[in-house]
C-alpha cells in the first residue's frame, strides 16, 4: 500500500526550497502581486480520503483552469454543433497565439487555447440566463461550496491589458464565430478566469472528470462519453505548446492556469492540484510540474 501522505510530503519538503521557482504571471497587473514561494498540493483519491500539504487551503486565481469547467457547462447546450465551431486539435502554440486562428478561419485549434475559450464563453453567454451568476452557481454546486467568488480586481486587471483577448475576439467576430457581442462575451471570459478557489475547491470540482460524470454530491452533470472527450482534450490540449511535455513527464490529463495553479487526473482513481505561482517560459506553473511528475513517478499511476 502507498501511503499517498508520505508521498506528497517528501514532494513537498523537497519543492518548498528549491531556488528557481520560475517567474509570476505580470501581464494581467493584478496577479503579480501572487508570492512565489507559495505552494500547495492536495490529493483528493477516490476511495474517499484526501491528503494535503502547504497551501492547499488558500485560493488563488484559477485563470485557465476555468476553461475546463466551461466547457463541461457548454458541452450539456450544444454538443453537436460546439464542435463544429471549435476543433480538438493540440496546437503546438502558446496560449494567446492568434495567427492559426486566422489561417483557419476563425476556427480555432480546440477549447482550451483563449481563442477557443472565447467560442466556448459565447455559447454560455446565448444559453444562460444570467452568464456569470448562473456558471458562478454551477462552479459552486459540483464542488459543493458556496463561498466561491470572482475577484474583482483581477476582472478589472484583465479589461486594462486583455488587448490579446480583445483581438482574438473581434478576429472571431469577423469569422462570424461569436454570436453576441465581443464585450459581452469578453466580459464573461475575464469574469470565469477571475474565480479564485484553493486547491482543494479545485479537487472537488473536478472530481466529476474522475467520476464518470458524477460530482461530490452524486448528481450526474455529463455522460461517459462527454467525460471522455474532457478529459482527451485536456490531456492533448491541456498544456498549450507543453502538453507533450507534460504527457512525457506527468502522463495524465490535465489542465493549469496562469494563476500557478495544475489539475491533474487519473479517471477512476484521483484527482491532484498543486498551486505554485511561478511560471516557467510556457506560462505553466514550474514547480507544479516538477510536483506532479514526482508524484507520478513514485507511485506508478499515469494512464500509461
Ligand atoms: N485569463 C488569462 C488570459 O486570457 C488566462 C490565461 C491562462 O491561464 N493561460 O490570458
Redesign the pocket.
Known amino acids: 500500500m502507498i501511503d499517498f501522505q508520505e508521498v506528497i510530503n517528501e514532494i513537498y519538503s523537497d519543492l518548498k526550497t528549491t531556488k528557481d521557482k520560475g517567474t509570476v504571471?505580470s501581464?494581467?497587473p493584478e496577479l503579480e502581486k501572487q508570492s512565489a514561494s507559495s505552494f500547495g498540493i492536495y490529493l483528493k483519491h477516490l476511495g474517499g480520503k484526501d491528503y494535503h500539504a502547504g497551501d492547499w487551503d488558500v485560493a488563488f486565481s484559477i485563470?485557465?483552469?476555468s476553461?475546463v469547467l466551461a466547457l463541461s457547462k457548454a458541452i450539456t447546450f450544444e454538443n453537436k454543433n460546439l464542435w463544429q465551431r471549435v476543433d480538438v486539435e493540440p496546437s503546438g502554440n502558446p496560449?494567446?497565439h492568434l495567427s492559426l486562428l486566422e489561417q483557419e478561419n476563425g476556427i480555432p485549434r480546440n477549447p482550451l487555447i483563449?481563442a477557443g475559450?472565447i467560442v466556448i464563453a459565447d455559447i454560455l453567454v446565448t444559453h444562460l440566463k444570467n452568464p456569470k451568476e448562473d456558471f458562478l452557481n454551477y462552479v459552486r454546486e459540483i464542488t459543493g461550496d458556496q463561498t466561491i467568488d470572482f475577484n474583482l480586481k483581477v476582472v478589472a486587471s484583465?479589461k486594462r491589458t486583455?488587448f490579446?483577448?480583445y483581438a482574438a475576439a473581434n478576429l472571431l467576430k469577423a469569422y462570424n464565430n461569436l454570436d453576441n457581442d465581443v464585450e459581452e462575451v469578453l466580459d464573461f471570459?475575464?469574469h470565469q478566469?477571475?474565480i479564485e478557489m484553493s486547491c482543494k475547491q479545485l479537487a472537488n470540482a473536478f472530481y466529476l472528470f474522475t467520476h464518470r460524470g458524477e460530482c461530490i454530491n452524486k448528481t450526474k452533470h455529463l455522460t461517459l462519453n462527454q467525460v471522455k472527450r474532457i478529459n482527451a482534450i485536456m490531456l492533448t490540449c491541456g498544456f498549450?505548446d507543453e502538453a507533450g511535455e507534460f504527457a512525457f513527464e506527468v502522463g495524465l490529463p490535465g489542465k493549469?492556469?496562469?494563476?500557478g495553479g495544475i489539475v491533474a487526473l487519473l479517471p477512476n482513481d484521483f484527482v491532484i492540484v498543486t498551486w505554485a505561482p511561478g511560471l516557467n517560459e510556457k506560462?505553466n506553473s514550474l514547480i507544479g510540474m516538477q510536483a506532479l511528475e514526482q508524484f507520478t513517478t513514485k507511485t506508478k499511476r499515469s494512464i500509461f
Open positions: 504571471a501581464y494581467i485563470q485557465s483552469i476553461k496560449f494567446n483563449n475559450a484583465e486583455g490579446n483577448n471570459y475575464f478566469c477571475a498549450y493549469s492556469g496562469v494563476g506560462g
